[in-house]
């Protein structure tokens, strides 16, 4: 049982360049998370799907991209690289039902734009 | 809106001792708790949650939380501290609306000396 799987693990980036990193989960849950961890500031919801075509802006979702074609895949894009997106980025995911709301996530993808 | 609030950056411990970790949260109806724990370079993990129910929630590696309404607290305790718990610990909340994210504290960083 994999749960939730990102990649890459880690990545180095130019100003100006894009990337996609992968999540996947073989969990069947509907919701999908992408959140940003920064030192000292916790972690920051960047954009939320609850269901294969949807998906929402979280709090800080400038300069991010995402897309939900299935249910197992949930792709962040950056598009045009900036220095303030050096962080580290991790997918989460989580079931349905009355006794269930935590996250499940995955190990996370460090991200450094130079 | 929905906050948490974790007040001491972090928390020195010696090995064998009680530890306490402090989540302070703000919201509006029934709150939904969580504690999760992270390891160095490693995503975050589910230790316990509050939902509804005892006060009192047991969760994993022997840790517990003691949910109190009057002083909108959520405080994670261990009666004796190991080395290995050192880590970071997050308290969180779940946001309001249907999208079901985790709102987080900033972090305890929990230092267990032997």
């Known amino acids: 049982n994999a749960g939730v799987t990102q990649t890459p693990k880690f990545r180095i980036l130019k100003i100006g360049q894009s990337m996609t990193l992968q999540c996947t989960q073989d969990?069947?849950?509907?919701?999908m998370y992408w959140y940003r961890q920064d030192p000292g500031m916790g972690l920051k919801l960047i954009y939320y799907s609850v269901g294969a075509g949807i998906t929402d802006k979280g709090e800080v979702p400038n300069g991010y991209n995402v897309s939900r074609s299935t249910t197992e895949d949930f792709p962040l894009r950056l598009e045009l690289a900036a220095p303030s997106q050096t962080s580290v980025y991790f997918c989460?995911?989580?079931?349905?039902?009355?006794?269930?709301?935590?996250?499940?996530f995955g190990e996370g993808s460090r991200l450094t734009v130079l | 809106a929905q906050s948490v609030a974790q007040p001491e950056d972090q928390v020195n411990v010696a090995e064998g001792n009680p530890l306490t970790v402090k989540c302070t949260y703000s919201v509006s109806g029934n709150p939904y708790l969580f504690w999760y724990v992270q390891y160095p370079n490693r995503g975050l993990q589910f230790l316990l949650k509050?939902?509804?129910?005892?006060?009192l929630v047991k969760g994993s590696y022997g840790f517990e939380a003691e949910f109190n309404k009057s002083q909108t607290s959520f405080h994670l305790k261990k009666p004796s501290a190991l080395v290995s718990d050192s880590a970071l610990y997050f308290c969180a909340v779940r946001g309001g609306g249907s999208q079901g994210n985790l709102i987080f504290g900033k972090g305890t960083k929990l230092s267990v000396k032997p």
């Open positions: 509050y939902i509804t129910g005892d006060n």
């Open positions: 969990m069947n849950h509907n919701y």
């Open positions: 989460a995911s989580r079931g349905t039902g009355p006794n269930t709301g935590e996250l499940f």
